[in-house]
């Protein structure tokens, strides 16, 4: 009940924009058909409600999938009827088939089967009705499409952006849960995160692949390479956790202890970047982020991990593992800080090799 609850607060903004957008729709159709052609108010009413999407950019690829299945599922449709004639079996299975096979190869012309079925099926088929279906159909597809991109517009670069922000938010509640240390209680905690982070990345993932237009960040860089940066992001703390709890008993005496108050300096500079990441990714509102503190603060870090005294081998392992970890930390933040920076002002080198 919680994670549904969560569920539905997260997404109340985008519900509540959807609706309007369909509000919006449905009056146009109404309005319009009523006038025009009251008895295919269904049909076009029934495409405006399946074309609005997640997005704009969604909307409008599934309204020209619309518009081309409807139109291609009534050419179809009419020359079946013509070469095999009006509501027969063969007219069916023939429209049928290759309506199908069209939605087959492109899933968003899925229509022409339903069109091409349709009209085959008419006892007295005409290509004004054809055409006055087809019409519907389009008419539907251009009004939600219409108001997608009038009624309060979201695109999908704009929702991967969310996205983003919520799985490196993810990111900086599992360095804060490693910084605080290991415990029964953080280990359930560390479940929670995990499972919040693949959601947000999988959604990131999906909305990168609705995007249709321009695929970036404000800075420039695509989106991609931003999700890119949020996993080894993830995975480098990943890393960083294994060491000092599941190999915790590896490490020599006392090392996670001495190792917190850097990693609490290490954590704090992640926030530093985490939060940054809303304005910089508003357009015209993004300032530089200089990476010298973040530098510091990893440096530190590796300098207290070198400083402790491996006496076996299997501590000497843990330690070098510790050191690993922590280098990708400094590496994907300084990744994630070039993702971010606004383009045309310095972005950060790219950390130096370390050994």
Excluded at 15 to 22: F, I, K, S
Excluded at 311 to 329: C, M, P, S, V, Y
Aim: proline share 5%; hydrophobic share 50%.
């Amino acid at each position: 009940m919680d994670r549904l609850w969560e569920t539905i607060r997260a997404n109340r903004r985008h519900a509540l924009r959807v609706g309007l957008q369909t509000a919006a729709a449905v009056l146009c159709v109404h309005l319009v058909m009523q006038r025009l052609a009251p008895e295919l108010q269904s049909w076009a009413v029934l495409s405006a409600l399946l074309t609005i999407g997640a997005s704009a950019d969604a909307t409008l690829h599934a309204g020209l999938g619309r518009i081309g299945g409807a139109l291609i599922g009534a050419a179809l449709g009419l020359i079946c009827v013509a070469l095999l004639g009006s509501s027969t079996l063969a007219a069916l299975l023939v429209a049928s088939v290759l309506g199908n096979a069209v939605g087959a190869i492109r899933g968003s012309l899925g229509y022409a089967a339903v069109l091409a079925a349709i009209i085959a099926l008419d006892p007295t088929p005409e290509g004004g009705m054809a055409l006055s279906l087809a019409g519907a159909i389009v008419f539907g597809s251009v009004a939600g499409s219409l108001a997608s991109l009038i009624v309060w517009p979201v695109f999908g670069r704009d929702r991967a952006a969310l996205s983003l922000q919520r799985a490196l938010r993810d990111c900086r509640s599992f360095l804060t849960l490693i910084e605080h240390g290991v415990g029964e209680g953080d280990r359930e905690s560390r479940e929670k995160v995990n499972l919040a982070f693949r959601r947000n990345i999988t959604d990131l993932r999906d909305r990168i692949a609705e995007t249709r237009f321009t695929a970036s960040l404000p800075s420039g860089v695509g989106l991609h390479r931003a999700a890119e940066g949020a996993e080894a992001f993830w995975y480098a703390l990943v890393v960083l956790d294994r060491v000092v709890s599941v190999e915790r008993q590896d490490l020599p005496d006392g090392a996670v202890e001495q190792l917190q108050p850097v990693l609490t300096r290490l954590s704090s500079e992640a926030n530093r970047i985490v939060d940054a990441l809303p304005t910089v990714t508003a357009p015209g509102k993004g300032k530089p982020i200089s990476p010298d503190r973040l530098r510091e603060a990893a440096g530190a870090a590796r300098d207290r991990a070198r400083s402790l005294t491996a006496g076996t081998a299997r501590q000497d392992r843990a330690l070098q593992a510790l050191i690993f970890a922590l280098n990708e930390i400094e590496e994907s933040l300084l990744k994630l800080l070039q993702v971010m920076q606004p383009e045309g002002e310095g972005a950060p080198e790219p950390p130096p090799a370390t050994a």
